[in-house]
């Protein structure tokens, strides 16, 4: 069965510093990988998404992403963060394209202070 | 362009009763999915609505129950309401022909249930 890890619960950052959120997932088919990132009373909004080809993903806020097939890590990262990206972030794993069940993780708090 | 959008955004319930939630998907999409997200957890997927028929559902009991109109938007029912059912409820829309290219799905704020 399909899973998602994400190892940090909370990751606090300064303004301006870089920053990676981790995600490790479990399956033994090939994958399709997200990072969705949700701000406070809000609905989920994609950051960026790893369907096939080449495996450093960029989306949107430059935020990117990097598909590691042999760590099954998809660890999500930005070179410089604002207080804006303040928000909750989640991982997700599906098993095909044509499917809307999305495995999501438990998701990582990032909390960027001045 | 509306997004989707769901009712209500927050209601408090009392164990044993029924709760419906509604879903109008973004314009364009055709198919809608329900996903519950309980107090710092991530969204589990309910089930997925296509055609007016469930098409795919994740590991949740009977008592949660879906329907889906001609004009694609969706009702949740969940009958004898638990404590545990406290949670957001997320609505997701796309559109099929769009999900193999995208696979993207967009999200509504949700509604917050309360079980007391």
């Known amino acids: 069965a399909q899973s998602v890890t994400q190892l940090d619960s909370q990751v606090p950052v300064f303004e301006e510093a870089p920053v990676e959120l981790r995600c490790n997932y479990s399956?033994?088919?090939?994958?399709?990988l997200f990072w969705y990132v949700q701000y406070p009373n809000q609905g989920l909004q994609l950051l960026l998404k790893y369907l096939s080809g080449s495996t450093l993903v960029k989306g949107i806020n430059g935020f990117e992403a990097e598909f590691n097939k042999s760590q099954t890590s998809f660890h999500l990262r930005k070179p410089s963060v604002h207080i804006s990206d303040t928000a909750e972030y989640f991982c997700a794993v599906s098993e095909s394209r044509n499917t809307d069940k999305l495995i999501f993780g438990t998701g990582t708090r990032l909390q960027v202070f001045p | 362009d509306a997004g989707v959008t769901q009712s209500p955004t927050h209601l408090i319930k009392t164990r044993g009763q029924q709760v419906t939630l509604r879903c109008s998907p973004k314009?364009?999409?055709?198919?809608v999915s329900w996903y519950q997200q309980a107090l710092g957890q991530g969204p589990q997927f309910i089930f997925q609505?296509?055609?007016?028929?469930?098409?795919q559902r994740g590991n949740f009991p009977d008592r949660f129950s879906g329907h889906q109109f001609p004009n694609y938007s969706s009702e949740l029912n969940v009958n004898a309401l638990l404590l545990g059912d406290s949670a957001l409820y997320l609505c997701a829309s796309n559109h099929k022909g769009d999900r193999a290219l995208t696979g993207e799905l967009f999200f509504g704020e949700g509604s917050r249930l309360t079980v007391l």
């Open positions: 609505y296509y055609e007016e028929e469930e098409r």
């Open positions: 314009s364009g999409h055709d198919t």
């Open positions: 399956s033994s088919v090939s994958v399709y």
